[in-house]
């Protein structure tokens, strides 16, 4: 099983950036699949998710409006795409994806059972 994430980078206050997470190993359709991100001395957070198509996407407060995931079962890839980036959006970002569907497990890290290794987002001027 692999998940591999790629995109990250350098990018203004302001900017975009799209993130792609490419899947092997797995039956990917069957699984939901999630971005999480972590900050420097900060817990892993939400921040969007996926079920098995883009009907039915959610997403942390904090990023409604600026992200958004998408998935390409045919591709096997799960994608970000963050606009009106902010400093506070700077984070190592994950890929991950889960069978345990019940209920809030989109939201729980502990219920995600593949993850990617990460890429750094960095939003400075």
């Known amino acids: 099983v692999q998940l591999v994430e790629s995109g990250g980078g350098l990018v203004q206050p302001g900017g975009s950036l799209r993130l792609s997470c490419a899947a092997s190993g797995f039956t990917f359709s069957s699984y939901f699949m999630g971005w999480f991100r972590q900050a420097p001395g900060k817990e892993r957070e939400f921040v969007a998710a996926?079920?098995?198509?883009?009907?039915?996407?959610y997403y942390q407060d904090s990023v409604k409006g600026r992200f958004t995931i998408s998935r390409d079962n045919a591709k096997n890839t799960v994608s970000l795409q963050m606009n009106s980036l902010k400093p506070e959006d700077t984070a190592v970002y994950y890929c991950a994806a889960t069978r345990r569907f019940y209920s809030g497990s989109l939201f729980n890290m502990k219920a995600y059972n593949y993850w990617g290794q990460g890429t750094q987002v960095t939003v400075s001027s």
């Open positions: 996926v079920k098995w198509t883009d009907t039915d996407t």
